[in-house]
């Protein structure tokens, strides 16, 4: 994975966290925070704070987070 701007983060993109598991994906940017819709049978949204991201590439973002970090409210 390339560094690349936080800022080119794109809906539709797959985020995965620090534990190797895929969160979900972005289905909006809001401002300092990405808007997650969750993958599996429950579903549901998570927001995940843009200063999280560790690297991107297009199509895919890798936070500094694991998916129980991103999942538990803030």
């Known amino acids: 994975m390339q560094n690349v701007d936080r800022e080119m ?4 993109w797959e985020v995965w966290t ?9 289905i909006q940017i809001d401002g300092p925070v ?5 993958g599996g049978l429950i579903g549901g949204e998570v927001l995940v704070p843009r200063d999280s991201i560790r690297e991107v ?3 895919r973002v890798e936070v500094v987070l694991t998916k129980q970090e991103a999942t538990t409210s803030r």
């Not at 620090?18 to 972005?26: F, I, P, R, T, Y």
């Not at 990405?34 to 969750?38: A, F």
Request: neutral net charge; charged residues 40%.
């Open 9 to 12: 983060v794109q809906p539709g």
């Open 18 to 26: 620090s534990d190797g598991e895929l969160l979900g994906k972005v």
């Open 34 to 38: 990405l808007k997650v819709k969750k």
């Open 57 to 59: 590439e297009e199509g």
